[in-house]
């Protein structure tokens, strides 16, 4: 496993991905404050949608150039980072442990005519009986994970990756790494 220097690009934000990010923007900030209603999800955090969207598109036009691509995200939140990679172009899945999330990740994605897959399930395939995704077939990772999640979720990549696969581990604000299998 290697680690990749991206050097950030700026790509334009289409309107409907902006809003997207409006949109999980509120809902996040709605989770926040009825953190009861959603499982008692403790401190829900979402990723920066723009920056999410710079590191998608200069992850895919730099290491992954000229094909079509799989996404998966772990952990996908809001679904946020999911449909921001399906509006690139990828074919994209959020795996979510919270059913709650999965409704209204999927509720964004019919209102805003955004194709994308979200499952319901842990990331880790030895929490599930049946696998939910075949992760060998997956171009590109990405999650936000709680800190305490972070070695596990590499272990995870270096694991269940296909060589050459990406994993963009972001940290918050415009912290993050990417590692290539
Ligand atoms: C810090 S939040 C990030 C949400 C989203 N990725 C984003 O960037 O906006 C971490 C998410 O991971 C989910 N999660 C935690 N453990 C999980 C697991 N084992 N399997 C699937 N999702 C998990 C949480 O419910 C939460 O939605």
């Given at each position: 496993m290697e680690k990749i220097e991206l050097q950030p690009g700026h790509f334009s934000l289409p309107v409907k991905a902006n809003l997207v990010i409006q949109h999980c923007k509120v809902?996040?900030?709605e989770i926040c404050s009825h953190s009861d209603?959603?499982?008692?999800?403790?401190?829900?955090?979402?990723?920066?949608?723009?920056t999410a969207w710079q590191l998608l598109n200069s992850v895919v036009r730099q290491s992954l150039p000229g094909r079509e691509l799989n996404f998966c995200e772990w952990g996908s939140g809001t679904g946020l980072v999911t449909l921001l990679a399906?509006?690139?172009?990828?074919?994209?899945?959020?795996?979510?442990?919270?059913?709650?999330l999965i409704d209204l990740s999927?509720?964004?994605?019919?209102?805003?005519?955004v194709p994308a897959s979200f499952v319901h399930g842990s990331i880790y395939?030895?929490?599930?009986?049946?696998?939910l995704l075949d992760y060998n077939d997956v171009d590109?990772?990405?999650?936000?994970?709680?800190?305490?999640?972070?070695?596990?979720?590499?272990?995870l990549f270096k694991q269940v990756a296909a060589p050459g696969a990406i994993f963009v581990c972001y940290h918050g604000g415009r912290n993050y790494r990417v590692l290539q299998r």
């Open positions: 809902a996040a900030e209603d959603y499982g008692g999800i403790p401190e829900f955090v979402p990723a920066d949608g723009l399906s509006l690139t172009g990828m074919s994209a899945t959020g795996i979510e442990i919270d059913e709650d999927r509720d964004v994605s019919r209102q805003f005519s395939p030895k929490d599930n009986q049946n696998p590109l990772f990405f999650a936000y994970p709680w800190p305490s999640q972070i070695v596990k979720m590499i272990d």
